[in-house]
């Protein structure tokens, strides 16, 4: 291993999870799939695209664990994985408490400002 190998450990899966949700087509499969499991066919129907290019789509969300899918017969049939939302849910709350903390001491020290202007 190079010393450039291991000044890069892989990223945290929590990178998958929003590079997968930056693309507007897999959040609506996203958002379809909250509804109950669909089969590739019923996903892809709505989508002007062709089916291999869906389907890279479906990797894509497979790979990072939103959504999982089992074969039986001829159709594969994908669900939502609802642990990765919940990881990216919990990252987003911290976020918002951490700015929301931030405003708020910002905003007492402008009212301070503004008592000494007085």
């Known amino acids: 291993m190079t010393s450039l190998q291991s000044a890069n450990p892989s990223p945290p ?3 998958g999870i929003f590079r997968a949700l930056a693309d507007q087509t897999r959040r609506r499969v996203v958002e379809r799939l909250n509804r109950s499991p669909a089969s590739v066919s019923e996903l892809a129907q709505p989508f002007d695209m062709a089916l291999p290019s869906f389907i890279d789509h479906l990797k894509i969300l497979e790979g990072c664990g939103l959504v999982r899918s089992q074969k039986t017969g001829r159709v594969r049939t ?4 609802p642990e990765p939302l919940k990881l990216a849910e919990s990252w987003l709350a911290e976020q918002r408490t951490l700015w929301e903390r931030r405003l708020d001491q910002f905003d007492a020290y402008v009212m301070t400002l503004k008592e000494t202007e007085k």
Not at 78 to 81: D, I, N, T
């Open 78 to 81: 994908y669900e939502l994985a």
């Open 13 to 15: 899966p929590i990178d």
